[in-house]
């Protein structure tokens, strides 16, 4: 039992911990090449562009996603991809952002308190953000198909 707990727990860390990316950029020069490596860790924010009308529906009812997200698997929560809102909450729709946060402010906790309690998730979430996020700051989140769970946050 000692021995399954260990490898779980360690399967887990490794799950869950930053990837590291490299990226070359080559540079010819008339009689060399000079090679120019950078480290960069992966702070797992989403890289397409938000889709407005999705983010508005998640923050809106924050409590559809907290079962799923409370029940997730560690698979999923290798899946974990976290998202800053600000772009639409300072844009063209951010009045229909802030309606959206002021309709699902009731059923946030709910949320949050899902995050928080389903620790695969919850470590997720901080090795995928920089600087680390908590359930706290999170105000919608979405459950894809194929696991993924995206979860949505604001600063201000």
Same mark, same amino acid.
């Given at each position: 039992?000692?021995?399954?707990?260990?490898?779980?727990?360690?399967?887990?860390?490794?799950?869950?911990?930053?990837?590291?990316?490299?990226?070359?950029?080559?540079?010819?020069?008339?009689?060399?090449?000079?090679?120019?490596?950078?480290?960069?860790?992966?702070?797992?924010?989403? @890289?397409?562009? %938000?889709?407005?009308?999705?983010?508005?529906? /998640?923050? +809106?009812? =924050? #409590?559809?996603? &907290?079962?799923? $997200?409370?029940?997730?698997?560690?698979?999923?929560?290798?899946?974990?991809?976290?998202?800053?809102?600000?772009?639409?909450?300072?844009?063209?729709?951010?009045?229909?952002?802030?309606?959206?946060?002021?309709?699902?402010?009731?059923?946030?906790?709910?949320?949050?308190?899902?995050? @928080?309690?389903? %620790?695969?998730?919850?470590?997720?979430?901080? /090795?995928? +953000?920089? =600087? #680390?996020?908590? &359930?706290?700051? $999170?105000?919608?989140?979405?459950?894809?198909?194929?696991?993924?769970?995206?979860?949505?946050?604001?600063?201000?």
């Amino acid at each position: 039992m000692k021995l399954t707990t260990l490898s779980t727990l360690a399967a887990l860390t490794l799950a869950v911990a930053p990837a590291v990316a490299f990226a070359q950029d080559t540079t010819k020069t008339k009689d060399s090449v000079s090679v120019k490596t950078t480290t960069k860790t992966s702070t797992g924010d989403v @890289a397409a562009p %938000l889709n407005s009308a999705t983010v508005i529906a /998640a923050i +809106s009812a =924050p #409590a559809a996603a &907290a079962d799923q $997200i409370k029940n997730a698997s560690v698979a999923s929560a290798m899946k974990v991809q976290v998202a800053d809102v600000s772009p639409i909450a300072m844009g063209a729709d951010a009045k229909s952002f802030n309606e959206a946060r002021e309709k699902g402010k009731a059923d946030l906790p709910k949320l949050q308190s899902a995050i @928080a309690s389903n %620790l695969a998730v919850s470590a997720a979430l901080k /090795a995928a +953000s920089t =600087p #680390a996020l908590t &359930a706290a700051d $999170i105000l919608g989140a979405t459950v894809g198909t194929d696991g993924t769970i995206t979860l949505y946050y604001h600063r201000m």
